[in-house]
């Protein structure tokens, strides 16, 4: 019964997000005006942003999930919270190439270390790509879990102060020449970026569901052979 | 919290270093070894990237050095399997935390005492001496957090198989807002530039990062000790 | 209010990766009482003892120790139980003394209990000698000295004859027979433990032995 639940509870993201998708691409390419300044190039902002917040918001599960496995010991919050870290670094390597396409763009080189955005993204990247390390040296069980969630945890300390440390040590040192467009959107340019999002999120929501409906299959065999070999 | 068992805690760290000598002396032939790497990777002669250059440096060598500290903590307690008799004590498991917090941290400024001087003697001899109390208040602020964040990812790698390139792994993304900070700090320090009141705002940062990451420290410890 | 069993495991279990160390186990302890848990290598007695000493967390399964279920209440559990393990739990590069005075600030006893207890378990002349430098036996004295030092009501040994010399089990008779203690030992051994009058508990596989 929870089972068909679930399958048609990710259909319905996959099909929403699908809807989404092709509205965004449509609204993106074919209806939002473009960018003063930037010409049509500046239309990637309606991809980069999106997915960036998505990421963000992903991780930011993610580590709400750890904190209540390391609370309550439920041991389905374990893959709740590795689920969506799992996905935040999928979403957040294209933060990176979305990114590094549009510095190339507007400013001409694949990566700028005078962008605050990129470079407090790159460090946070980099935690999660070292979450997934730990996650993958330690055997699975309840020792993984918890582990998982205390680093889970400590990257919710990181990330406000690596937005504030890349902001203070710039400063003085190399003022800001670039600030993020598009900070005065107009009403069509709100409406798209609002859509655009809104297919990430989605995106990112069939996509977990997806998974979780995989990885707990996985688990009930893992379950049942352990089983038959019992019984063998 | 119980301040004589933290006290007998360090002690214990204490006392283990000081006859067993595994852990400083190692710092700090490490850091020695990594200044003269340094000097000689960015130019024997003419020090290319001038102080900048000098003092990132110095950064990247104490994060280093910190990690080859690291790596050892909670060695004796997995070698010699004593921490099933800490473990069955009637203290807060932060308590082993915070005790190596400390005992790290000491680690770290015995080994700066002999480091710093060294290091402005190879990079920076021709220039005059830095702000002392700046430099120092930077210097024990950035141990401070290395120490807090360190002990508790250290008691997590330690009963990993893979601790010794994992712990590096696990740390390194931390440290990165303490180095862009640190740097800084130090950088002004060196006459004749002076931040002013810059300096005040990003000593401020490594005390908040302190603090962020001795709370998560001592929140998270025990999820890491219990099996 | 108190239950009158010292220990109580129903259906108690440890997994380990893949395999249970202990399977479902069921064990009442009165207050007083010796057990002696006796069973082949590998038959959990070691996991269990550890469970009891709150080091290990049950995985599934209720355990109660001196009335405190674990591992909710392990704080309280503490104070009532001295845990001797299969290792001496000695830091080698600290003397006799030195170990036991980080135990007696953990336990908050006071210091003097430090040389009362080296004294009782015959260690009082090699009191500035490092673990290092003591004998398997010595070092079985060392962590009988380090159980007594805060008078728990409820003991766990592991192996605790292992190395033991003729004075040492001397030594072990007189701890084991203060009364009023309640005493679970894990041992290969278990008749030279039968003058104290303990039951035998035999387990394998994780379980008690039919």
């Not at chain 2, 000081?18 to 020695?32: I, Q, T």
């Not at chain 3, 380090?146 to 009501?153: A, E, N, Q």
Request: glycine share 8%; aromatic share 10%; net charge neutral.
């Amino acid at each position: 019964m929870t089972h068909t639940a679930r399958l048609d509870r990710a259909t319905a993201a996959t099909l929403a997000a699908a809807a989404l998708m092709a509205a965004a691409v449509a609204l993106i390419f074919f209806y939002v005006p473009s960018d003063v300044d930037q010409g049509y190039s500046q239309r990637i902002f309606y991809f980069h942003v999106p997915i960036a917040l998505t990421t963000y918001t992903l991780f930011a599960w993610g580590a709400v999930n750890a904190a209540r496995y390391l609370w309550t010991g439920r041991e389905d919050l374990d893959l709740k919270s590795y689920v969506p870290m799992h996905l935040g670094v999928i979403f957040g390597s294209l933060t990176l190439v979305t990114g590094s396409i549009w510095a190339h763009i507007s400013w001409g080189t694949w990566w700028d270390w005078g962008s605050r955005e990129l470079n407090t993204f790159l460090i946070i990247f980099l935690f999660y790509c070292a979450y997934f390390m730990l996650r993958f040296s330690v055997e699975p069980g309840a020792r993984r879990s918890r582990y998982s969630a205390v680093y889970a945890l400590l990257g919710v300390g990181l990330i406000p102060l690596s937005v504030l440390a890349v902001r203070i040590a710039q400063d003085a040192l190399h003022p800001v020449v670039f600030r993020s467009n598009g900070v005065n959107m107009d009403g069509s340019m709100f409406f798209t970026f609002c859509v655009a999002l809104a297919a990430m999120l989605s995106l990112a929501l069939s996509m977990y569901l997806v998974e979780m409906r995989g990885k707990r299959l996985d688990e009930r065999l893992a379950q049942l052979r352990r089983l038959a070999r019992e019984a063998a | 919290m119980s301040a004589r068992a933290l006290r007998a805690l360090v002690r214990k760290d204490l006392l283990v270093e000081l006859r067993g000598r595994e852990v400083v002396p190692s710092m700090a032939v490490f850091v020695g070894a990594a200044f003269v790497l340094f000097r000689f990777g960015l130019g024997g002669t003419d020090l290319a990237g001038g102080t900048r250059a000098a003092t990132g440096m110095l950064w990247v060598a104490i994060v280093f050095t910190a990690l080859v500290g690291l790596s050892r903590s909670f060695a004796h307690e997995r070698e010699g399997r004593t921490w099933d008799g800490l473990l069955a004590a009637p203290v807060d498991r932060a308590l082993f935390w915070a005790a190596r917090t400390c005992s790290t941290f000491l680690f770290l400024a015995a080994v700066q005492a002999v480091a710093l001087p060294a290091f402005w003697l190879f990079f920076l001899q021709e220039h005059a001496g830095p702000s002392y109390p700046v430099l120092i208040a930077a210097v024990l602020l950035a141990d401070v957090g290395i120490a807090c964040l360190g002990s508790l990812l250290a008691g997590l790698a330690s009963s990993l198989r893979a601790r010794e390139v994992l712990l590096p792994a696990l740390y390194l993304p931390f440290s990165i807002p303490l180095v862009l900070t640190a740097v800084r700090v130090t950088t002004d320090t060196i006459p004749p530039q002076t931040g002013g009141f810059d300096t005040l705002g990003r000593l401020g940062f490594l005390a908040l990062y302190d603090t962020v990451f001795a709370l998560l420290g001592w929140a998270l410890f025990e999820y890491v000790v219990e099996d | 209010m108190r239950s009158p069993e010292a220990i109580v495991c129903a259906g108690l279990g440890r997994r380990f990766g893949e395999r249970d160390a202990l399977a479902g186990l069921d064990l009442a302890v009165q207050v007083g009482e010796t057990v002696l848990v006796t069973g082949p290598n590998g038959a959990g007695k070691t996991t269990l003892l550890r469970i009891l000493a709150t080091v290990l967390r049950p995985s599934f399964g209720r355990v109660a120790v001196a009335g405190h279920e674990l591992p909710a209440r392990a704080a309280d559990v503490r104070r009532e139980v001295g845990y001797a393990g299969h290792d001496p739990l000695a830091y080698p590069d600290l003397t006799a003394s030195e170990n036991l005075e980080l135990y007696a600030a953990l336990y908050a006893v006071p210091e003097a209990r430090v040389a009362e207890e080296l004294d009782r378990v015959g260690l009082d002349g090699r009191r500035g000698d490092r673990a290092a430098e003591l004998s398997r036996g010595m070092l079985q004295r060392l962590a009988l000295a380090r159980v007594g030092l805060h008078r728990p009501s409820i003991v766990l040994l592991d192996e605790p004859t292992a190395g033991l010399d003729a004075d040492g089990r001397d030594v072990l008779r007189r701890f084991l027979a203060e009364p009023g203690r309640t005493v679970v030992v894990a041992t290969h051994e278990p008749e030279w433990f039968g003058s104290l009058g303990g039951r035998v508990v035999a387990m394998t596989s994780g379980r008690l032995a039919a």
